[in-house]
């Protein structure tokens, strides 16, 4: 692995928490940073060493904080500084680590930045955000909005309307358009200082790294990607130099280009590649970004799923980047499906035992621990529209709200799954063969097994077209370990190279499997719904 990459990435596996949903410690209906603080007990039980936080930064949540109004303010509904300063301190002293979501691509209409940007007198601000230089003049190629301000001119967006988009510059500025300002101006060098230091801010705080939000979408007109990677090399450069143990996370999926553009880690997921989709949501997921229409996901009970379809992405991306960083494959995040939608709790475990035995840093989305259900036909909150479902509060026991909050059912953020039969946390707890003590089980595995380790090699010993089932070898200096899993409803049989694996020893997860040698090598079959981790020489 690349030196100038943090050593403690070996080791991590990431918890994504959506802070608004997780746990209200002042009753107020809204998750917060001190009921966080006070639930790290239960993320470190599972084998979690590092917390990702969506946006906490002050906004006025018209797409739930990546809507940014103050880049070093903690949002009220939060806490404060203060409260930040706890949670940092109280994650350090445990071995654990913080990663923020920073939005550097847009920010608020309501920034101070952008309403200074508004005005039709020139000032500092005015090219900090993409501005036509006419209010009748579009911007083909890029969402606008127009008529926003007394400015004579459209502003570009980056998502919804209210996300203006600030100003990396363009790779190739079209000469006849000279409000297309090249990513050398003045005024764009100044903008990118200040996110700069926005970092900075925080790193100086002790936060351990980033996760960027749409991380390619900087620069515009950027055809090749050469002027983005730029934009991220100059920033891993400076990190190197002045906070060699920082992080950063891209949401970029498409780990060859981020990887080595400057990134430690980038996202396989939903958006870029069929790749994801096609192992979990290719059938079920219809919220933001259906990449995979009339595609069976692998990990389906019907067995119709077709595992070439990652494969043919991921070994690519691995490939070019193993040496450089790691690729991040979540249970899931905020904005697509719950995990658990469409499977049974068997269905789930295969699932997960496939996510925390490949290479790469594990990421597990809150709630997933214990299989908690997507919602479908919520009312949109704060921007949410389909992804809403997936963003409902912890289910922590069979309290009030679940545990999730002391307040009245119709102050919370979002309702509380009303199902009698809802997983929680205090009901798995002492169930040794439930969901969560599967995943603790699961990760611990993984960290005392090199082998299965996110530095651990990978060598796919079957998979194709056709077959449910999939096998593969992790491998570091003399352990080797066989992985075998069928999603399936049905068994599946399997046939590898002899040479590949001499005998099996240990079983140290699942089912204990059988090999037969045939002249054509070892062959195996998997029961339904089944999965093997096997020590092997």
């Given at each position: ?34 009921g ?33 109004r ?43 930045w ?26 083909p ?21 209210f ?7 363009f ?48 620069v ?19 990190m ?65 799923g ?62 997933d ?19 809403t ?49 599967f ?51 049905k068994?599946?049989a ?6 590949a ?10 089912r ?26």
């Open positions: 692995m690349d030196k100038s990459v943090p050593a403690w990435l070996a080791d991590a596996v990431f918890y994504e928490i959506y802070p608004q949903s997780f746990a209200d410690s002042n009753g107020d209906g809204i998750g917060d940073l001190e966080i603080r006070q639930r790290l007990d239960h993320v470190q039980s599972l084998g979690c060493n590092v917390v990702w936080l969506n946006p906490c930064f002050d906004s006025p949540f018209g797409d739930a904080g990546y809507d940014v103050d880049y070093r303010k903690i949002a009220p509904r939060y806490g404060t500084h203060a409260d930040m300063k706890r949670l940092l301190r109280d994650l350090h002293r445990r071995g654990m680590r913080l990663c923020l979501d920073f939005v550097p691509g847009h920010t608020s209409v309501e920034h101070p952008f309403q200074a940007s508004c005005k039709p007198t020139p000032n500092k601000y005015s090219n900090w955000y993409i501005w036509t230089d006419s209010v009748w003049t579009g911007a190629g890029f969402s606008t909005v127009n008529a926003f301000s007394d400015r004579d001119g459209q502003y570009v967006t980056n998502f919804f309307w996300q203006p988009a600030l100003n990396y510059g790779a190739k500025p079209d000469p006849a358009q000279p409000w297309q300002l090249p990513t050398t101006h003045p005024d764009v060098l100044a903008m990118k200082q200040e996110m700069r230091d926005i970092m900075r801010f925080w790193l100086d705080l002790g936060v351990d790294g980033f996760r960027v939000d749409m991380a390619p979408s900087l515009k007109g950027d055809t090749d990607g050469a002027a983005m990677n730029a934009h991220w090399g100059e920033i891993r450069v400076w190197r130099e002045h906070y060699p143990n920082a992080m950063l996370l891209a949401e970029w999926s498409d780990p060859a280009k981020a990887i080595p553009a400057g990134f430690h880690v980038d996202f396989m997921i939903h958006c870029g590649t069929p790749a994801y989709n096609s192992l979990f949501r290719a059938e079920k997921q219809r919220t933001c970004f259906p990449w995979s229409e009339g595609v069976t996901s692998f990990f389906d009970a019907s067995g119709n077709d595992i070439t379809i990652f494969l043919k992405h991921w070994q690519a991306a691995y490939a070019r980047t193993r040496e450089l960083g790691y690729i991040s494959l979540p249970t899931g995040n905020h904005d697509i499906t719950r995990l658990s939608i469409g499977r049974s709790e068997a269905d789930l475990k295969v699932a997960l035992a496939f996510l925390f035995t490949m290479p790469g840093v594990p990421t597990l989305y809150y709630g621990e214990i299989g908690m259900k997507y919602l479908p036909g919520l009312t949109s909150k704060e921007g949410g529209f389909g992804r479902g997936a963003r409902n509060p912890m289910q922590w026991g069979e309290g009030r709200n679940a545990g999730f909050s002391s307040a009245a059912p119709s102050k919370l953020y979002l309702p509380v799954d009303t199902d009698p039969e809802r997983p929680t946390v205090a009901a798995q707890e002492n169930d040794p063969d439930s969901l969560l003590n995943v603790r089980a699961l990760l611990s595995l993984r960290r005392g097994q090199s082998a299965l380790g996110n530095l651990g090699g990978f060598d796919l010993l079957h998979g194709k077209t056709g077959s449910s089932a999939l096998l593969y070898l992790r491998k570091n200096g003399k352990q080797r370990v066989l992985v075998a899993l069928n999603p399936a409803a068994p599946a399997a046939t590898f190279p002899a040479k694996v001499n005998a099996l020893g240990e079983n140290l997860f699942g204990q499997l059988k090999l037969k040698k045939t002249a054509a090598g070892w062959q195996v079959t998997l029961p339904p719904r089944s999965f093997a981790v096997h020590a092997v020489a």
